[in-house]
């Protein structure tokens, strides 16, 4: 959970899933999981309601999924254990009517052969006291363009009628941000005349029914900002509406984001008859927009720069666990001695592994830390890795060689699965040795 008073300033102030009772990941592999975590607060019941996929399969076109919520009446409060939804595609959202009725907005995955993958969004009624769906769910859109691949729905009521936000062009180069609207929350929704809100790729295409969701073909080099989608809106104390959406930015020409999907915010407004367009004009995304009215005289430069003791009970925020919850079984912190790990599986594997980590937030960036560790079988690692996933990373690490006599610092690459030792590049340590490990 991230809070802001001017969408410039962040602050990292907690996780809403953080204990297995809660929700069990253990065994995804990287790319499963949560997925498209949607955040909502009810004025009726003084709550916070998160919703949320977690993907277990995607494979054979099947996506093998449940979709939960959990609650709090705060946000940085305890949250409790998942409730369940339903299984029929990701990219769930909660709208809060303001005749108290709760809906459930989520994309159906469509598996069979010769249907559009995603199909369609469906919308069904919330009982917030059982905590179950009623009545069957109703078809509002099959996508306000020819883009295909219709996802991340979000209803909005504004001025009399109804919008349904999505995402639509595929998650990659031909993503955007859509808008439809009804008078009547099951519709008929009728699509916005623009055909899209924003978006990297401002080509008009159909591509219903191709089974693309990358479309690297969209790459567009004339936009700062690549893969613009899957919108929400937000409107400020003082009636200014901006979308924050998720973006990349790939380094040229192989197109790899090494930071992976980024958030970015863009200033908005609305037009006479009632449609959000770019306060920048036009529909591509911007590196730069301009901050709220009421926060342009307090914004601050941010400064990145931290260092962690892990010296505390628990971990900083910023930290995370890989699928299972710190527990004292493998991890420890101590005011003298830091960070503790005890070994469980290789960064390949999908189960139990001992990683702590913390997002990278920019291409340039410098981390180090202090480590010791006495390897005993040359199965025995330890170190410091830049992990994109658990086919993607490089990890400088600390290990037993047979061919150099004991203790030794190298370097393990995975490129897509295939692991390489870089073994010109090793170093002989001496036993009991601490080591400075640095990557940038």
Not at 32 to 53: D, I, R
Request: net charge negative; aromatic share 12%.
């Amino acid at each position: 959970m991230y809070h802001s008073k001017d969408l410039h300033n962040w602050q990292h102030i907690g996780h809403a899933l953080i204990d297995q009772d809660q929700i069990d990941l253990t065994g995804l592999n990287t790319a499963m999981g949560a997925w498209a975590p949607c955040l909502s607060y009810c004025e009726q019941t003084k709550k916070f309601y998160l919703v949320f996929s977690v993907v277990y399969n995607i494979q054979g076109q099947h996506f093998d999924l449940d979709n939960y919520m959990v609650e709090s009446d705060s946000v940085t409060g305890r949250w409790s254990k998942a409730t369940y939804i339903n299984s029929s595609g990701f990219d769930p959202s909660l709208f809060h009517d303001d005749d108290g009725r709760k809906w459930i907005v989520n994309l159906v995955w469509e598996n069979r052969d010769g249907y559009e993958h995603p199909g369609y969004i469906t919308l069904q009624e919330w009982d917030d006291s059982a905590k179950k769906l009623l009545g069957r769910p109703t078809i509002i859109s099959r996508g306000g363009t020819d883009r295909g691949c219709i996802e991340a729905p979000h209803l909005y009521k504004r001025n009399g009628y109804y919008y349904l936000m999505t995402a639509e062009g595929g998650t990659g180069y031909g993503h955007a941000v859509v808008l439809s609207r009804a008078t009547s929350i099951d519709g008929p929704y009728e699509a916005d005349p623009q055909r899209v809100v924003l978006t990297s790729q401002p080509y008009d295409f159909n591509e219903r029914g191709i089974d693309d969701a990358y479309k690297f073909h969209f790459y567009n080099p004339g936009s700062a900002l690549q893969k613009s989608g899957h919108g929400s809106l937000v409107e400020t104390q003082n009636g200014e509406l901006y979308i924050a959406h998720l973006c990349a930015r790939p380094f040229v020409p192989d197109l790899r984001c090494m930071l992976g999907r980024e958030t970015a915010i863009q200033k908005c407004y609305e037009t006479e008859d009632g449609w959000i367009r770019l306060a920048s004009g036009g529909v591509l995304t911007q590196l730069e927009t301009q901050a709220p009215e009421h926060a342009r005289d307090v914004i601050q430069q941010t400064n990145h720069s931290k260092n962690t003791e892990f010296d505390s009970a628990i971990l900083p925020v910023e930290f995370q666990t890989y699928r299972i919850a710190a527990s004292e079984s493998w991890l420890s912190t101590d005011e003298q001695l830091g960070l503790g790990l005890k070994g469980q599986g290789s960064l390949f594997t999908p189960r139990d592994k001992s990683l702590v980590a913390r997002r990278l937030q920019s291409f340039d960036c410098e981390v180090t830390t202090k480590m010791s560790f006495e390897p005993e079988r040359t199965r025995q690692s330890a170190g410091l890795v830049a992990y994109y996933s658990a086919i993607n990373f490089y990890y400088l690490r600390v290990y037993n060689s047979d061919s150099l006599g004991g203790k030794t610092l190298g370097i393990m690459v995975s490129d897509l699965g295939e692991k390489k030792e870089l073994k010109d590049a090793r170093v002989r340590l001496a036993d009991n040795q601490e080591v400075y490990l640095e990557l940038w």
